[in-house]
């Protein structure tokens, strides 16, 4: 029997004339098994409990791949859906290392914080089945969502920009249309809470935040009042990527101003 062990892409590889069985182990006891079969040009993906893959499948492709891009794309999503199961072995997991690193599996949940102050907790699955979250002062997370947007504005946008004046294989300069005078309202939740103080006066102590940013609440007066008597001057400072909205709270009214494209109803 001519069996040939090796590691591929972080996953165990083991041989067999022509199929290939590829095995990763991931930290809460499940098992991701694929194996393609070069004879038939057909491959197979499961996850499966303990780390030898012999215990009771958890879930399988439907049918067998018939390319070998469908294939992976398959046991890459099997992984990023095994990892985010609870521990299915028994044992205490090892404590995390001074500096963690990981490819984070799925989206990262973001939500308030439950320690009673103004606080974010995020969270992150790793592929190799740890859930590590962060908890965030109210400061911390506003610096974040900062840094992030400096990341897209800076890194990413340029990217966009580059792809977009190269589209087709052309280069050159981009003509710049002749305008006068144009005015934007604001863009990150940075420039909302910039513009409400120097324009309407509306400083933080009357200012909420979501974790996302998504929307962001001015509650109390004289605030308050002075945003609804301003109401159409506001709607025009805002646009395009803000709205105003008027909330009726027990014993008070909030403006809520919501980021465009979103959910526009009242939960």
Same mark, same amino acid.
């Given at each position: ?22 095995? $990763?182990?991931?930290? *809460? *006891? ?23 893959? #012999? ?9 067998? +791949? ?42 990262? @949940? ?13 969270? +992150? ?5 740890? $859930? ?9 997370? +506003? ?56 324009? +309407? ?15 962001? #609440? ?10 609804? @008597? ?35 109803? @009242?939960?």
């Amino acid at each position: 029997m001519d069996l040939r062990h090796e590691v591929v892409r972080g996953w165990e590889l083991v041989r067999h004339g022509r199929v290939a069985s590829y095995r $990763k182990h991931l930290a *809460n *006891n499940v098992t991701v098994l694929a194996t393609w079969d070069d004879e038939s040009g057909t491959g197979t993906v499961e996850a499966r409990v303990e780390p030898l893959g #012999i215990g009771r499948t958890l879930t399988r492709g439907r049918k067998g +791949f018939r390319d070998q891009e469908s294939f992976w794309t398959a046991a890459h999503c099997v992984v990023e859906m095994a990892a985010n199961l609870p521990s299915l072995g028994a044992g205490d997991e090892s404590p995390a290392a001074s500096e963690l690193v990981g490819e984070v599996a799925g989206t990262v @949940e973001a939500e308030p914080g439950s320690g009673g102050g103004p606080e974010a907790e995020l969270t +992150f699955t790793l592929t190799g089945g740890r $859930k590590v979250t962060l908890v965030l002062s109210d400061e911390q997370a +506003f610096d974040l969502c900062s840094r992030v947007h400096s990341l897209d504005k800076h890194v990413w946008s340029e990217q966009r920009d580059h792809d977009e004046h190269t589209d087709g294989g052309t280069t050159g300069v981009v003509e710049v249309p002749d305008v006068d005078h144009v005015e934007s309202g604001p863009d990150t939740g940075h420039d909302l809470v910039t513009l409400l103080e120097s324009r +309407f006066g509306v400083t933080a102590d009357h200012l909420m935040a979501h974790v996302d940013w998504s929307a962001l #609440i001015v509650v109390g007066d004289p605030a308050v009042a002075s945003l609804v @008597e301003r109401g159409d001057e506001l709607h025009a400072a805002l646009r395009p990527r803000w709205y105003p909205v008027v909330v009726d709270r027990p014993g008070e009214q909030w403006v809520v101003l919501r980021r465009t494209g979103l959910d526009h109803g @009242e939960g």
